[in-house]
């Protein structure tokens, strides 16, 4: 397994103990760079994230290094 900052164990203990059908990080890009990373949580009783939802979180998470990045150029 990979290694993850301290505060990636705790979001995932988190979403432990508060119950989660589905926890995504997803990597923010931009310009060939991770810029940072996002987790998005899916609550107990909902269904797990499907591959269509895996696609559009890090869509969205790409968008978001995008943002990150051109406002850092200003």
């Not at 119950?19 to 987790?39: D, E, L, Q, W, Y």
Request: aromatic share 8%; net charge positive.
């Amino acid at each position: 397994g990979g290694k993850f900052p301290k505060t990636d164990v705790r979001a995932r203990r988190l979403a432990r103990e508060i119950g989660t059908s589905s926890f995504v990080i997803c990597p923010m890009r931009a310009s060939g760079k991770i810029r940072g990373v996002i987790s998005f949580v899916a609550g107990a009783g909902r269904d797990p994230y499907s591959e269509r939802d895996l696609w559009a979180l890090q869509e969205l998470a790409d968008r978001v290094g995008l943002a990150i990045h051109n406002a850092a150029l200003y």
